[in-house]
């Protein structure tokens, strides 16, 4: 991941309804959810859902799959471990910062 793609994926991240939307559809994992599911999950009107949606996959941490009348919306798993990686790369110099029990990052 590169600079600007971590800063498009950062300011995504950076709203409420967005988080909340991205932490859902982490949770729903394959399954992914349908913008209904989520509206109703997360107490969001279906239009305000709908541009969080568009944002969150234009920074390419939400995938969407139509299946028949249905779309059906997945978190990007490999975009958020490439956001973290990005963000822990020179985490302590390559070296553990603190004993595993008590790990405070993603070193």
Same mark, same amino acid.
């Given at each position: 991941?590169? *600079?600007?793609?971590? =800063? !498009?994926? @950062? ?5 409420? =309804?967005?988080? !909340? =939307?991205?932490?859902?559809? =982490? &949770?729903?994992?394959? *399954? ?5 599911? @989520?509206? *109703?999950?997360?107490? &969001? ?6 541009? #969080?949606?568009?944002?969150?996959? #234009?920074?390419?941490? &939400? ?5 028949? !009348?249905?779309?059906?919306? !997945? ?8 956001? @973290?990686?990005? @963000? ?20």
């Amino acid at each position: 991941m590169n *600079e600007i793609d971590a =800063v !498009r994926s @950062l300011a995504a991240l950076a709203q409420e =309804v967005r988080l !909340r =939307v991205f932490r859902a559809l =982490v &949770v729903a994992g394959n *399954e992914g959810l349908t913008p209904g599911a @989520l509206a *109703e999950l997360l107490e &969001v009107a279906p239009n305000t859902l709908s541009f #969080h949606l568009k944002e969150l996959t #234009h920074a390419g941490l &939400v995938s969407q799959e139509r299946q028949g !009348r249905n779309l059906i919306y !997945r978190a990007s798993i490999t975009t958020m471990n490439e956001l @973290l990686g990005f @963000l822990t790369e020179n985490c302590c110099q390559g070296a553990d910062c603190l004993a595993p029990q008590a790990r405070s990052c993603a070193c």
